[in-house]
Structure formats: C-alpha cells, structure tokens
C-alpha cells in the first residue's frame, strides 16, 4: 500500500529517476516543491521543459547551446587553429574556468567504454574527424579524462588523427597545485616524475 | 560569464534551490534532464505540477491527500479514539510501516522552535485541539522527535490537552532493536534504564 496520494508518489517516482537520488532524498526533495507557493512550483516545472526545448548541440563543437552555433564558435576572438577535446559539456567549464586557454573545443558527449557498450559510433568523434579534415586546425589538445576510459578514447582518437596534418597533444600528468606529495598517489608520482620539466 | 546556455543556467539555479543539492548536483541532475527523452522531461515537469495543484492537507488530520478527507481517516477500521500526533507527514509513513497502528493521525507541519521563530501559530496545533474537544478521543499519543524541538512540542501540546478528558502518552525511549548496548549514547542508555519494565 502506498501511503501518499498517487500525484505525489508520481513525484517522489520521477526525483528518484534522476541519477544519485534516492528513495529518502526524493520524498524529500517533492515535500520541498509542496512546500513551495504555487509560481514558484510552476516556474520550476517550466525551467525543465524550457531547457530540455531550446538546449541542443552546436553544429560545430557539439557543445550545449540555445542557438546554432555555440558562444565560442561563434566568437572571432578565439583561436579556431585549435581543438580541445572533452568528454562532457561540463569539462568545458572546467577549462574556461582557468581564463588561460583561447582556443575551441570539441565535446564528444561520452568516453569509449566497452564495459558499458559505449562503441566510437555512440561519441562525437565523427564530427571531430570532419573538422579537422575541413577547417585549418593545427593542433588538437585531448582532455579527456584520466581514468581508463578517458585514455582509451584519447589514444584512439590520436589513432585516427595520424592520417592529418594535424598536432595531437595530451593534458599533462602531474601533481596537483597545492596540494602534499604526502597524499599523491604512486602512478601520479610516477607520471609527475616522467614528465619533469628543467628549471 | 556563464558559460551555459541560459534555460539550462535556469534549470541548474532551481535544482540548487532545492534543499541538500549543491551546484555540482544541480549541474549533474540539469545535464540528466537534457538527456532525456522528450516525453520524459516532459513527464517530470508535469509531475511537479500534478503534484503541486492536486496534493492538500486532509482537513481533519492535515497529513497530505488529495481529496477532501485522507485514506486512513475516512477509513472505519480504524480507531478514531486515538489519535497519533507527528511532525511531518513522512512520520505518518514511518509509522504505518510497522502495520501495528490503528488509530488516526495528526500532522503538525513543524515542531515549535524558538531559534527558527516557529510557534504555537505556525503549525497545526489549534486543529489538534478542535479535534480533542469535538470528537471523542480517548487518547493522544505524542510521536515527535526525540529532539529538543520534538520534546518541547510534545510538552506544549500535552500541557494544552490538561484541561480535557484524555489520556496523552509520549513514545516510549530505549535501545533501538537489533542494536548494541556498545554503540548506544549514554543519553538513550539513561532513559532506556529508566524506563526499564519488568520480565
């Protein structure tokens, strides 16, 4: 017997959908939006379709974007010689956070996982290979993740790019800024080791 | 500068305006949305909006229906002598979990705390006493946390309740079931000594 009326159990149902939510924070979370005045409630509803409506990919990086041509693309003060590929759309974030890179990016929307049945036709590597065939790219930066999914789609990539003209580089491996050797992990060390630079 | 487009800005600012999700959840939950398909976003809002207009308060008890009178007071099985006063209606479902249970309920929406300025007027004290003096309740059982708030109301509501013919009771403290003396506080410990019964 469920113990809810329906409408609000439909509502714990669909918090619970959502990835990282459980049973216990869902019934928390559709209190909150009882507890809420009715616009407030109506605007967050709204908030949902509008995004899922008007968000959809660049036709150029595969970025999120409201038009069709992202920001960045678009923009004539960015240097289009350059390619940064990410895994997510929240990766670009990351980097434009650090106010240091100038170039474009490309989002591939998933890393190579076997495991998960994630295959190079489920990624935007296509359109990256399509890119770097049309436009004049010099360099392409792989920033995908450093865990094994991550550096496998970095290396396959890199596989592919061989046949252009083209500069592939790698994020570099190191220790964080800031942080202890203390706490580093051996294969971080090691790789921080290797790819010591002279002073 | 935001670097999202702005729906999606919007959607990741009302999931961060949900309680216990910071910006990183938010951003995880908005990018889920955006990955759905359109019929389940869609399916989502509306739940949030079913729920928001068709969910009330029962107007004898105050737990959340959607009809006038809730399930389990409109019920003639159960013992509307006795009524079970919670917080919130999420107690009501802890509860009836145990399948033991008989009588009525009643949901306070809150309990009486001085530092978040909630008071005797903000939660649904005055309906509880209308009931006592309307019906005919033989006994009210005081089921708020075994917090300082929780303890503080059950105080003030069974103080309230001395002038009419009713028996008031308060939850019975002690080591939780299953557990281990060990891993008991010494408060819990105290009053489980206290209310020690005879074998």
Not at 143 to 147: C, E, G, S
């Given at each position: 017997m469920s113990f809810f009326p329906a409408s609000l159990e439909n509502l714990i149902d669909k918090f619970a959908?959502?990835?990282?939510?459980?049973r216990k924070s869902a019934q928390r979370l559709a209190f909150h939006i009882l507890s809420l005045p009715e616009d407030e409630a109506l605007a967050f509803s709204d908030a949902v379709v509008d995004a899922r409506k008007s968000v959809h990919c660049c036709r150029i990086c595969q970025n999120l974007t409201e038009g069709e041509i992202c920001a960045i693309c678009a923009s004539d003060r960015r240097d289009h010689g350059t390619i940064c590929v990410v895994s997510e759309p929240r990766d670009v974030l990351s980097i434009e956070r650090g106010h240091e890179y100038q170039g474009t990016y490309h989002v591939l929307h998933g890393a190579l996982s076997p495991m998960s049945h994630v295959g190079p036709e489920d990624i935007r590597i296509k359109e990256l290979l399509h890119r770097v065939a049309e436009e004049d790219v010099e360099e392409v930066i792989m920033?995908?993740?450093?865990?094994t999914e991550g550096e496998a789609t970095a290396m396959y990539i890199s596989r592919l790019l061989k046949p252009f003209d083209v500069k592939v580089t790698r994020l570099a491996y190191g220790i964080p800024v800031g942080s202890n050797l203390e706490f580093a992990d051996d294969a971080t060390l090691n790789r921080a080791l290797e790819g010591r630079t002279e002073m």
């Open positions: 959908s959502l990835p990282g939510i459980g920033a995908t993740n450093p865990d």
